[in-house]
């Protein structure tokens, strides 16, 4: 069986000051995927990033940055200088190479970045 | 591209009633998903499909029907509608596990309301 736990549900900060979302996944295949959404406001979802099991590089792209380690089982997420319109529901989930058509969600972390 | 579209955006209904939801791609993707979001669950599948013409169950199937008569629709049917089916609806699609990176596309929801 495979679990994400975002343990972190909500979060508040004050304009530009980092932030970082956690995500720890469960899953017994030695090949998977991890993903993390973003759900604005308006309600849609965005992808933002994957990254397969072996690939632990963390990877940045502008404010944002994925730190992936495999020895505690963690893909989190950081915002540096936060910025208003990074205000959203971040979702991480994970998916497994066998039966690797299903995604499977945390339940979110409602991020509200304080002007 | 108009990339993944539901049809209604919203919908209330009385409890008994029925009716389908309609999810539309035309990026020619073989898997076609049904999530319900619900506050603090995060993401949850309902059924989804591996190609036309097939169907299965996800992790909350029960009390909807689905169809995918062809690959570029996917029905998502409430027979007898109840007030836990109050949610909101997402559709979401994916190319080919030839590239298990793929990442699903979602559409823009529709907000069921059961009263």
């Known amino acids: 069986a495979q679990k994400v736990t975002q343990a972190q549900t909500e979060i508040s900060v004050v304009e530009k000051e980092d932030v970082t979302l956690d995500c720890v996944y469960e899953?017994?295949?030695?090949?998977?995927?991890l993903f993390w959404y973003k759900q604005p406001p308006s309600g849609e979802l965005v992808f933002l990033i994957r990254r397969n099991s072996f690939d632990e590089q963390n990877e940045i792209s502008g404010r944002y940055s994925w730190n992936f380690q495999k020895s505690t089982s963690s893909f989190n997420f950081t915002i540096t200088a936060s910025q208003v319109v990074d205000s959203a529901v971040y979702f991480c989930?994970?998916?497994?190479?066998?039966?690797?058509?299903?995604?499977?969600f945390g339940t979110g972390t409602r991020l509200t970045i304080i002007p | 591209n108009a990339g993944v579209t539901q049809t209604p955006k919203f919908r209330v209904l009385k409890t008994g009633q029925s009716m389908t939801l309609l999810c539309a791609q035309d990026?020619?993707?073989?898997?076609m998903y049904w999530y319900r979001q619900d506050p603090g669950m995060g993401l949850r599948l309902i059924h989804y499909?591996?190609?036309?013409?097939?169907?299965a169950k996800g992790e909350v199937p029960d009390g909807y029907n689905v169809s995918r008569l062809k690959k570029q629709n996917f029905l998502l049917g409430l027979e007898s509608a109840a007030p836990s089916q109050t949610s909101v609806y997402f559709c979401a699609s994916m190319g080919t596990l030839k590239l298990a990176l793929d990442e699903q596309y979602f559409g823009p929801g529709t907000r069921l309301t059961v009263t």
């Open positions: 899953t017994r295949d030695t090949t998977y995927y």
């Open positions: 990026m020619n993707h073989e898997y």
């Open positions: 989930a994970l998916k497994a190479n066998f039966g690797n058509e299903k995604l499977t």
């Open positions: 499909s591996v190609g036309e013409g097939t169907t």
